[in-house]
C-alpha cells in the first residue's frame, strides 16, 4: 500500500527528496505522515499532511527545512528535507492514518528508507 524511495547518502546540508507511492484508497481516505527511526533513538514523528490537504505538521527540529506535500492524481507523497544535518539520519517510513490527521496509530506503514547525512 505505501512504497518508500529516495534516500540515500547526502552531506550535511545537503537535500533529499523522499517519495511515496500510496494506493488511490489511501490517499483519498487517509492522511499521511512520516515518521523516523534512528539506532537508539524512539520512533519520531517527522511530519503529517491531512487527509483533505488543509494543514501540514512538522516537529520542530524540521520546521522551515523540511517540506511534506502530496500529488493525488500521482497518488505520491512527497517529503522534501532540505539543509539536512546528521541528526537526520535515520529509517524514514510513510505512514497512513485513519482520520483527518495523524493521530493516533497508523494503519499502514511502509518498509522505509534509509536516510543518511554524513561528510
Known amino acids: 500500500q505505501l512504497v518508500e524511495s529516495g534516500g540515500g547518502l547526502v552531506q550535511p546540508g545537503g537535500s533529499l527528496r523522499l517519495s511515496c507511492a500510496a494506493s488511490e484508497f489511501i490517499l483519498r481516505l487517509y492522511a499521511v505522515g512520516w515518521f523516523r527511526q534512528a539506532p537508539g533513538k524512539e520512533r519520531e514523528k517527522v511530519s503529517c499532511?491531512?487527509?483533505?490537504?488543509?494543514?501540514?505538521e512538522y516537529v520542530d527540529s524540521v520546521k522551515g527545512r523540511f517540506t511534506i506535500s502530496r500529488d493525488n492524481v500521482k497518488n505520491m507523497v512527497y517529503l522534501q528535507m532540505n539543509s539536512l544535518k546528521p541528526e537526520d539520519t535515520a529509517v524514514y517510513y510513510c505512514?497512513?492514518?485513519?482520520?483527518?490527521?495523524?493521530?493516533?496509530?497508523?494503519?499502514?506503514r511502509g518498509q522505509g528508507t534509509q536516510v543518511t547525512v554524513s561528510s
Open positions: 499532511i491531512s487527509k483533505t490537504d488543509i494543514g501540514t
Open positions: 505512514t497512513a492514518y485513519p482520520g483527518v490527521s495523524c493521530a493516533g496509530l497508523y494503519e499502514y
